[in-house]
């Protein structure tokens, strides 16, 4: 009988101890990563219309070349002049993780979040070479019609270490 008490002690304090560990906001962070799914698999797939669910109507995102997309409309025409068929990039395979949870600011319907990360893009070009290029992210979400949406997206990468850098060094 004490066993059973015992164990029953400790099953409960696990139980709270567990409750207790979840993290703040577990819903919201949850739906920040199927997002960041879903644009990594819109990416991958060369679906750029897929993208537009993910993206706030006043987005502005500045890609990895600098240039900017001002509205959801921009996203698929701009990936489209790069990427695919007869184009610079024959394909793009991208992997995109978060560094750590979605910082929220606000409360309410001003509330937005604010979350950096690092992706590893591996470009296959049409003249036959593959760059892994290593890159970081910042985006700022916002909730919009009641779903988490890319209010601005901010791609970089280092202008000093990259492949494209390395293979003039090697040249």
């Not at 900017?68 to 990039?89: A, C, M, Q, R, S």
Request: glycine content about 8%.
């Amino acid at each position: 009988m004490m066993k059973r008490c015992l164990l029953l002690v400790i099953l409960t304090l696990a139980l709270v101890i567990g409750v207790g560990a979840e993290e703040k906001d577990h819903a919201d962070h949850e739906e920040l990563r199927a997002l960041l799914h879903g644009v990594e698999q819109a990416m991958n797939s060369q679906k750029y219309t897929d993208l537009l669910p993910y993206f706030h109507q006043n987005l502005r995102v500045t890609m990895i070349n600098q240039e900017v997309v001002t509205k959801p409309e921009g996203l698929d025409p701009y990936f489209k002049d790069w990427i695919g068929p007869g184009k610079y990039v024959k394909s793009l395979n991208m992997k995109l993780t978060a560094d750590d949870l979605t910082e929220f600011y606000g409360t309410g319907p001003s509330r937005f979040g604010v979350v950096r990360g690092a992706g590893t893009e591996d470009y296959d070009l049409t003249d036959g070479r593959r760059l892994e290029m290593k890159t970081r992210w910042t985006a700022t979400v916002v909730k919009d019609n009641g779903k988490w949406r890319i209010l601005t997206l901010h791609i970089g990468a280092n202008f000093y270490k990259n492949p494209i850098v390395e293979q003039f060094q090697n040249a």
